[in-house]
T-cell receptor
Framework: EAQVTQNPRYLITVTGKKLTVTCSQN?????MSWYRQDPGLGLRQIYY???????DKGDVPEGYKVSRKEKRNFPLILESPSPNQTSLYFC???????????FGPGTRLLVL | AQSVAQPEDQVNVAEGNPLTVKCTYS??????LFWYVQYPNRGLQFLLK??????LVKGSYGFEAEFNKSQTSFHLKKPSALVSDSALYFC???????????FGSGTKLNVKP
């Protein structure tokens, strides 16, 4: 089954404790992206990747890092999480940046 | 700056009536426009997109949208609403030759029996 998976689905952590949210897709998609969803703000793009080793900042990249060492994986790294990063995070992938994006199920993060 | 506006936080409609969810955008150059739907505790699902060509785009589940360049709008429509259409709807835009996506704040659609 074609899908985008994210882990973990739920995470509670404390300020400053490094964490990684994994994202994997099995559709051989080139374009991958991370978003955060906050009430009243919709989705905002954090980082995106056009292909392996090619990443770029979205609208709200501060406090986040990404890497794209393999085509299927696009982890999101929070080196020193802060409470303002409490949010619902979605990973998405598409064949190219013109194509439909397929979204993962989301990761709900609470930073205390 | 590129942006998307969904002016209504919530739209209420009776089952069987037509529905419209509004979206306007601000982007330099040619836009690529998308509509996505989100059901509770789920990721976003694609409904339809406009890249080029016919201004009226038909998508999944009987939805359609009309690209209006002069009004910079891309309103989502359906002739006859179903209770199962109740969900959160997002409009998104990407500027031609640029790789960032911009989403609206979302519109909650409530369809009452």
């Amino acid at each position: 089954e074609a899908q985008v998976t994210q882990n973990p689905r739920y995470l509670i952590t404390v300020t400053g404790k490094k964490l990684t949210v994994t994202c994997s897709q099995n559709m051989n998609h080139e374009y991958m992206s991370w978003y955060r969803q906050d009430p009243g703000l919709g989705l905002r793009q954090i980082y995106y990747s056009m292909n392996v080793e090619v990443t770029d900042k979205g609208d709200v990249p501060e406090g986040y890092k990404v890497s794209r060492k393999e085509k299927r994986n696009f982890p999101l790294i929070l080196e020193s999480p802060s409470p303002n990063q409490t949010s619902l995070y979605f990973c998405a992938s598409s064949l190219s940046d013109q194509e439909t994006q397929y979204f993962g199920p989301g990761t709900r993060l609470l930073v205390l | 700056a590129q942006s998307v506006a969904q002016p209504e936080d919530q739209v209420n409609v009776a089952e069987g009536n037509p529905l419209t969810v509004k979206c306007t955008y601000s982007v330099s150059g040619n836009p690529y426009l998308f509509w996505y739907v989100q059901y509770p505790n789920r990721g976003l699902q694609f409904l339809l997109k406009y890249i080029t060509g016919d201004n009226l785009v038909k998508g999944s589940y009987g939805f359609e949208a009309e690209f209006n360049k002069s009004q910079t709008s891309f309103h989502l429509k359906k002739p006859s609403a179903l209770v199962s259409d109740s969900a959160l709807y997002f409009c998104a835009v990407r500027r031609y030759n640029f790789n960032k996506f911009y989403f609206g704040s979302g519109t909650k659609l409530n369809v009452k029996p």
